[in-house]
């Protein structure tokens, strides 16, 4: 005898297209399936008041990234006894 089990779902909608826009255009983000999770900081344009974060590069030089909005890019440098700040404006 099956046991008839409460009804469950028969799936999960799984919304997807609703991230930050930008990364539609960054064609390298997912290359490979490494999962280690790459840096970020939090950058606050103020070209259009938005705020977005933005992710290192390969080289690890800089955190590249732009502007949601605009499409502004913008880079924060990596340098030697750099700072361990997580916010960023971008003027
Ligand atoms: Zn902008």
Known sequence: MIEKMPRDPDYIVDISGIEDPSSAHSVDVNAGSEPSPRSWIGIKFDCCG???????????????????????????GIGPGGTDQRMFRAT
């Open 50 to 76: 938005t705020y977005a974060r933005i992710y290192r590069n390969r080289d690890g030089t800089a955190y590249e990234g732009r502007c949601p909005r605009c499409l502004r890019p913008v880079e924060v």
